[in-house]
């Protein structure tokens, strides 16, 4: 609890760090306000607002960690300059922000389900446990599905206890969207709503959390207990009990959302599909993962196994609960020019660079993202 609060704390003042000249420069100097995604708030807070400063020091940038609908709300409402969110617009929700309203990806991260079990650092679980988990038909730890999917695992017979996001968030529609295309028994619990940003009228066991460190916390402070998270929250936060577990992509694989397999499944996407009608109703990278995987053939006895494609590589590599993160902004806002030099010093290659830093939480966007991305962000 002490180190996440210390850590929070950090990230809460860079997120809020008011990047000024001093009072004597008389340098022309602009002003801009975000809020959205918490799942990009240590990006933001951590590395593109100092690094910004260090770079524009007459210029002032702030921003509101609130969760994906409160980033699209505040959009809408032109309460902001700019929003974040890890989920795409609904069709309704683009018709409420108007024409002008623009997303494009500009981070890539991952959310994830993570437990705290005593004893057990390493856990794989699949589409199909998960969704029998959150709707309440898996309730202990050793039950017959997780142990099969954790040989020599010693799992307690302790009841699951589960974690979920009570405000509007883009890793909830990931997550759900991962659950729908892997399980159809969750895809019809949802019903024709399918998945969104909000999950507390639909799961019936648990108790929700708001943003990602009230549900990491949470976790952490409970034995056998399992949430969901952005990767920030299971490395970096400094939460002891908090550990990630290795999720099964397409290929039947036990991936963990590190920056090589944020990456694979990133590069699994055609940019054409950023541009598409499906960009505003799908998360693009989790919906294609989740159907797309490369499953080795079975070879006789003395059989060349053949060479794989760069596909089918990224394919076996996948976490398939990655996710793009958008940043939303209006083209006919009176502060383009200011948010164009500001998106683009983010898309910059020292900016998407994880080698900077370290960090296992953020991976680089493919070079495919970053053309389409600066396509449009200049015709802004």
Known sequence: MKHLAAKLALVGAAAALVLGASAGSAMA??????????????????????DFQSANSGDTISYGAGGSTAGINDVTANDVNFGASDAPLTAAQQTACGATCKQIPWALSATG?????????NLNLSGSVLAQIYMGQITTWNAPAIKALNPGVSLPSSPI????????SGDTFVFESFLADTDPAYKSFLGSAGPTTTSNYKVPTGTGEKSNSGVADAVNSTN????????????DSGLPNVHGAAVENASGKFIHPYPSSMTAAADLIPASDLGSSDYNTEPVIANFVASHGYKAPKLKKGTKAPKLTATEKDELAAYPLSTFTDVLVRSDSSDIPDL???????????????SKTGSQSFAPLPKAVVKFDTAQVNAL
């Open 340 to 354: 164009k030099t500001f998106i683009l010093f983010c898309l910059s290659s020292a900016e998407q660079s994880v």
């Open 224 to 235: 056998d207990s399992i949430g969901y998270v952005s990767t920030f929250y299971v490395r």
């Open 161 to 168: 206890v589960v974690y979920w996001r009570s405000d509007g």
């Open 113 to 121: 389900p993570v437990y705290n079990i005593s004893g057990v650092s």
């Open 29 to 50: 100097s602009f002003t801009l306000k975000g809020a959205g995604s918490t799942l990009v708030q240590p990006m933001l807070a951590n590395e593109w607002i100092p």
